[in-house]
């Protein structure tokens, strides 16, 4: 078990650093597209429009290159009549209170204005040129947002993997000579999805990866049924938290919310998986049963001190 959370923590920190080197390498570039502005704004604009979108990872790396972006397009005589990329800019540094940048692209701003003022709606070669500027950084931004999306997804869910791997084995470990048959066909269920999963992993069989990527929607789609059985499984191997917070007055449905929050998710993530708008007043009612006040430590960080008080 100790290994496997070292291997976890070294995951998740490599996933850091080379976000970091991510971020290095687009800093360099446009330092250097800043640099040569002024004196080679040519070799800036290729530099901008040639730089690899996916290491503009932050909000900030897409501020900071849609606002030298607008300035080299000026520079070397490119007229754009739409404001959507300035506006990547405008808009970030505006939210953040950046009041130099924020001025500079409000006279990026005020560039296009005038430019699209005085284009004749005849010159179509020119709208033409234009758009297809704009188009072509908008769909790459848009693709990035897509990619940066999915890897988000496949980060959390090899983490919620591990997380879950550890819980289940954690669990067979822990329970007792002759445990409850419920929560035990809730753990052979996991653990057969579970291998399933790993076997895909290291085989090439791209049949094999499909099936164990359904097993894992199918275990997942009944949100309700996934809410409970989680709950039968805690309230197997941790007897003592599930009956303080029956104490406390929680019905069934909110003791499985506060087992997805002990394992580690947050108000939002379990929002968005048991799609229920009303989950911050679920969070709220579940908050005043506990006897915790919007002052208090977060409902999650509360749960699993409380757990860890238990195991003690």
């Not at 007792?176 to 999963?197: G, H, W, Y």
């Not at 039968?232 to 917070?245: G, M, S, Y």
Request: proline residues 1%.
């Amino acid at each position: 078990m100790r290994h496997l959370k070292n291997y976890i923590s070294g995951l998740i920190l490599a996933i850091c650093i080379c976000s970091c080197f991510h971020t290095s390498d687009a800093d360099r570039v446009l330092d250097m597209a800043e640099n040569n502005l002024a004196t080679a704004p040519d070799s800036a604009f290729v530099a901008l429009d040639s730089l690899d979108r996916n290491l503009l990872n932050t909000r900030e790396l897409q501020a900071r290159h849609a606002l030298l972006y607008s300035q080299a397009l000026e520079k070397v005589g490119i007229e754009v009549y739409n404001d959507s990329i300035i506006h990547i800019a405008l808009d970030y540094y505006s939210s953040i209170g950046d009041s130099e940048n924020a001025q500079k692209a409000r006279e990026c701003l005020e560039q296009i204005t005038e430019n699209a003022s005085m284009v004749a709606p005849s010159d179509t070669l020119k709208i033409q040129n234009s758009r297809i500027i704009e188009e072509r950084y908008m769909d790459k931004m848009t693709l990035i947002e897509k990619e940066n999306r999915i890897r988000e997804m496949i980060i959390l869910s090899l983490v919620l993997l591990f997380i879950l791997a550890l819980i289940i084995r954690y669990v067979v470990l822990k329970l007792k000579s002759r445990p409850n048959e419920q929560a035990m066909a809730v753990i052979r269920q996991r653990l057969s999805v579970l291998d399933k999963v790993l076997a895909s992993r290291i085989s090439s069989d791209e049949k094999l990866y499909r099936t164990s990527e359904e097993e894992i929607e199918v275990l997942m789609a009944d949100r309700e049924e996934f809410l409970c059985s989680t709950k039968i499984v805690f309230e197997e191997n941790h007897p003592k938290f599930i009956a303080i917070l029956k104490e406390k007055g929680l019905t069934e449905w909110e003791i499985g919310y506060c087992c997805l929050y002990t394992l580690g998710l947050k108000g939002k993530d379990i929002g968005e998986y048991i799609q229920k708008k009303r989950h911050y007043i679920i969070s709220h009612e579940i908050r005043h049963k506990l006897g915790l006040t919007e002052h208090d430590t977060n409902i999650g960080i509360y749960l699993r001190n409380l757990l860890l008080e238990q195991e003690r």
